[in-house]
C-alpha cells in the first residue's frame, strides 16, 4: 500500500512522499530497480519545479505589464 502526504504548497514537498516503500512498490510493478524509481522521480520532480517556475515568472511579467 501506498501513503502520500497532501500538501497545500508546491514547494512543500518532503522526502516522504513518495517513500521508500511507495519506491520498492513501483520498481517491482516497472521490474526496475528502487534506485531508477528514486532517480526518475527526482528527475520529474526537478522538471515539474522548473516549469512551474518559468509559468510563475510568465504570469508575473503579463500581470505587471
Known sequence: ???RR???YWRDWS?????????KEIAE?????EGTSKSQY???KAV???RIEQKTITTETSVNE
Open 6 to 8: 497532501h500538501t497545500r
Open 15 to 23: 522526502s516522504d512522499v513518495c517513500s521508500s516503500d511507495l519506491h
Open 29 to 33: 510493478l516497472l521490474s526496475i530497480s
Open 42 to 44: 527526482a528527475r520529474a
Open 48 to 50: 515539474l519545479i522548473k
Open 1 to 3: 500500500s501506498s501513503r
